[in-house]
């Protein structure tokens, strides 16, 4: 089993930052893309931004530029620094791995969601 567990989520005034981590754990071989999604109430999930292994970023149009994902392999974890917060980016944060487990299987893991909240 591979857990994923989040921290960084809070109360943050626009134009503010944060800074998301995700640290995956278990029975893990290898990690593939990392990457971060968003659900706002009503809303459906959507990508905010992937990283490979190899380092690269791919970001929705909506974060380009304000949000920069990185990971460190060693550690298994991926960073999400959010920078010039907009209330739109009001949500609850989602981490998810695409993991090849100590028995080699594929597995699309989850994490239990950061809320991040941008109010005056």
């Known amino acids: 089993q591979v857990q994923l567990v989040e921290s960084g989520g809070g109360l943050v005034q626009p134009g503010g930052s944060l800074r998301l981590s995700c640290a995956a754990s278990?029975?893990?071989?290898?990690?593939?893309?990392m990457g971060w999604y968003r659900q706002a109430p009503g809303k459906q999930r959507e990508l905010v931004a992937t990283i490979t292994s190899g380092g690269w970023g791919n970001y929705a149009d909506s974060v380009k530029g304000r949000f920069t994902i990185s990971r460190d392999n060693a550690k298994n974890t991926v960073y999400l620094q959010m920078n010039s917060l907009k209330p739109e980016d009001t949500a609850v944060y989602f981490c998810?791995?695409?993991?090849?487990?100590?028995?080699?299987?594929?597995?699309?893991?989850w994490g239990q969601g950061t809320q991040v909240t941008v109010s005056s």
């Open positions: 278990g029975s893990i071989f290898s990690i593939n893309v």
């Open positions: 998810n791995a695409e993991v090849v487990s100590t028995s080699r299987s594929l597995l699309s893991s």
